[in-house]
């Protein structure tokens, strides 16, 4: 096909190949089986529109957990899957929910955590040279424990 461009063609800078097929997949990490696929096409959707919208009902049930990266996870999110069930951990961008002590931690020392939950979910920032931010809906401020090699502080 000589001289025809895809319409869905997504432009990524930080990308060596700049140019690709943008495409969401939810598999199986064990068995490696990919049970829905949404390919981007310029339609605006949310990304918990996009991920609620991999999960279909053959395969709501199956896990208990999800594992996703800062781009996917949300406090809004996350809320939305524990309804279904499923739980979520991963790491978390800036404005994606979290209070306003985990948002901007001013005063954190290295290697401290700060904690904070709802019932529901729990949003942690952990520092060391930058700070990290993690979500979970499996895990409670405990997991902020005395078995950590250094100094923890869990605010309730």
Known sequence: MEGSTLSFRVYNNDKPTKYGIKAYILADSNSVYYWNMDIYHQQKKAIKETVEGLLTNRCVGLWQSFYMDNYYNSVELSEALLGQNIHTVGTLRCYRGEPPEIRNPRH??????IARGNGKVMVLAWKDKRIVKAISTKHDSSVC????????VCLK
């Open 145 to 152: 424990g005395s078995d950590l090699s250094f100094d923890v």
């Open 108 to 113: 954190i020392a290295r290697h401290n955590v």
